[in-house]
């Protein structure tokens, strides 16, 4: 009867044993599983965080394109506007300079203007337009500082071209003003005068 009974248990404890190692085997799958899962999880959106990241960039990279083209075509749109887009009328200048001149009572202004160029022989056109510009080097004497912005700012609005200065030097003149020359400064500049001509 003991020995019955003995048997009896051991069966028992094994079946209790064998149980208890499946419920671990699962358990264990069940967390390599979880794991698993857990480390694609975070591979996925690691992966999601940096499509997302360049997304942006390529929507900020487009949104700054889109800006910069609508700036253009506005600058485009204003320049033929004022009437910028006719072939380059140098008598014009001339005469808006001898004017610009005596209007401001400047002392003295020399200047000279360069045959025309396109403005960048590498791209040269802009749909149907090419940009065409003459340089201007000018040498005036000056009061003051304010005798060259107001003669650059006059440019800018009395003449259909636009007008971008290159560079300008400015020295102080040596020695007393003079009764003859009251002149104190001397400026020195490059200046283009830019069209936009349609091509034909």
Same mark, same amino acid.
């Given at each position: 009867?003991?020995?019955?009974?003995?048997?009896?248990?051991?069966?028992?404890?094994?079946?209790?044993?064998?149980?208890?190692?499946?419920?671990?085997?699962?358990?264990?799958?069940?967390?390599?599983?979880?794991?698993?899962?857990?480390?694609?999880?975070?591979?996925?959106?690691?992966?999601? +965080?940096?499509?997302?990241?360049?997304?942006?960039?390529?929507?900020?990279?487009?949104?700054?394109? *889109?800006?910069?083209?609508?700036?253009?075509?506005?600058?485009?749109? $204003?320049?033929?506007?004022?009437?910028?887009? $006719?072939? *380059?009328?140098?008598?014009?200048?001339?005469?808006?300079?001898?004017?610009?001149? *005596?209007?401001?009572?400047?002392?003295?202004?020399?200047? *000279?203007?360069?045959?025309?160029?396109?403005?960048?022989?590498?791209?040269?056109?802009?749909?149907?337009?090419?940009?065409?510009?003459?340089?201007?080097?000018?040498?005036?004497?000056?009061?003051?500082?304010?005798?060259?912005?107001?003669?650059?700012?006059?440019?800018?609005? +009395?003449?259909?071209?636009?007008?971008?200065?290159? +560079?300008?030097?400015?020295?102080?003149?040596?020695?007393?003003?003079?009764?003859?020359?009251?002149?104190?400064?001397?400026? +020195?500049?490059?200046?283009?005068?830019?069209?936009?001509?349609?091509?034909?």
């Amino acid at each position: 009867m003991d020995s019955n009974a003995s048997a009896l248990s051991l069966r028992h404890l094994a079946g209790s044993l064998a149980f208890l190692l499946l419920a671990l085997l699962i358990a264990g799958g069940l967390v390599f599983g979880i794991m698993h899962y857990g480390e694609q999880a975070q591979q996925t959106f690691r992966q999601a +965080q940096t499509e997302l990241s360049e997304s942006r960039s390529r929507l900020a990279r487009a949104q700054d394109d *889109e800006q910069e083209i609508r700036a253009k075509i506005d600058r485009y749109r $204003e320049i033929i506007e004022r009437g910028r887009t $006719e072939p *380059e009328r140098r008598l014009d200048w001339v005469e808006a300079l001898r004017h610009i001149k *005596e209007k401001r009572r400047l002392l003295g202004m020399d200047y *000279e203007i360069a045959p025309q160029r396109p403005l960048d022989p590498k791209n040269v056109a802009s749909g149907g337009y090419s940009f065409l510009v003459s340089t201007m080097k000018l040498d005036m004497m000056m009061l003051h500082e304010l005798d060259l912005l107001g003669l650059l700012s006059d440019l800018a609005t +009395q003449v259909p071209t636009l007008v971008s200065v290159r +560079q300008c030097v400015l020295e102080r003149l040596p020695g007393a003003p003079q009764p003859q020359s009251p002149a104190l400064l001397r400026a +020195q500049c490059e200046i283009d005068w830019i069209t936009l001509q349609e091509k034909i």
